[in-house]
DNA sequence: GACCAGGCACATC
DNA sequence: GATGTGCATGGT
């Protein structure tokens, strides 16, 4: 059996069990990129209420966002927790955006996904998963988005070794996997559902989709 | 009350 | 290059 066959598996038996995510979950593009730098080592139900609280006084706009100060952000977003660091690297993003590319996120499409990733890693507090997210899911570029539940279960089913890097991981499944935008989006929100309900530090490896296959508990992703 | 959550930058060695 | 730390709310 090769890896990419028992990728595909684990993949089968996710969309199985828990069928299409309809990732991402917001429908602009400035409200993927928002959910992106708020979602950093936070709960999406925090998040949510965040961007909810965006909508409701309507600053989820790049022109709101790049009027509004600092601190007055901060405040808005303070249920994503954090919310003084993520209203910096917000604010980063959208100062990026408007001395850059005149404020205007469709000027981004043009450019490869090379650069474009290489120039999103520039701004400060947009690491590789911040940026590998913005190109999948707000872009539709193949970059495949590894996170914490994803080198978890991977290094827990021993596809990869433990101590793998975020390149590594990356590299792992890129290359096993055909350079298909939507299995990318499918695959990633659907080990990130995986991981939410059964694959925690504390594992709950008895009701978990993935039971069957082969695995290992002690072993952790740093 | 402890533990965990869809990271990242920065300091220090 | 590897390792440690601060950042913070909210659900279980």
Redo the contacts with the bound molecule.
């Keep these: 059996m090769t890896t990419h066959d028992k990728l595909m598996e684990i993949y089968q038996l996710l969309f199985d069990k828990f069928g299409p ?1 309809h ?3 917001g429908d602009t593009t400035i409200e ?1 990129i928002t ?3 708020l ?9 949510e ?1 965040a961007i909810k609280k965006l909508k409701e006084t309507n600053t989820l706009s790049t022109e709101k966002l790049y009027q509004l100060e600092t601190p007055q952000l ?1 405040l808005l977003i ?10 910096n ?1 917000l604010k980063n993003f959208i100062n990026w955006l408007y001395e850059n590319y005149d404020g205007d996120l469709s000027n981004l499409e043009s450019l490869d996904t090379d650069s474009f990733r290489t120039e999103l ?1 520039s ?11 913005i190109l999948l ?1 707000a872009y539709d570029r193949p970059i495949f ?1 590894i ?3 994803t ?2 279960i991977t290094v827990r089913h021993e596809l990869v070794e433990p ?1 793998a ?2 390149e590594q991981l990356r590299d792992f499944f890129e290359y096993n996997l055909p350079q298909d935008v939507k299995l990318y989006n499918e695959f ?2 659907l080990l ?1 559902r995986l ?2 309900e059964f ?4 594992p709950k490896c008895s009701e978990c989709p993935l039971e069957k296959l082969p695995h290992k508990l002690e072993i952790e992703y ?1």
């Design positions: 995510q990732w991402w979950p993927i959910g992106a730098i979602t950093q080592n936070t709960s999406w139900t925090n998040v209420k901060a303070k249920s994503a927790g954090y919310y003084n660091i993520k209203a690297r890693l701004i400060k507090g947009t690491g590789r998963e911040t940026a590998d997210s899911y988005v996170d914490a539940y080198a978890r101590g890097d975020y990633h929100a990130v991981g939410n694959c925690k530090p504390k740093h």
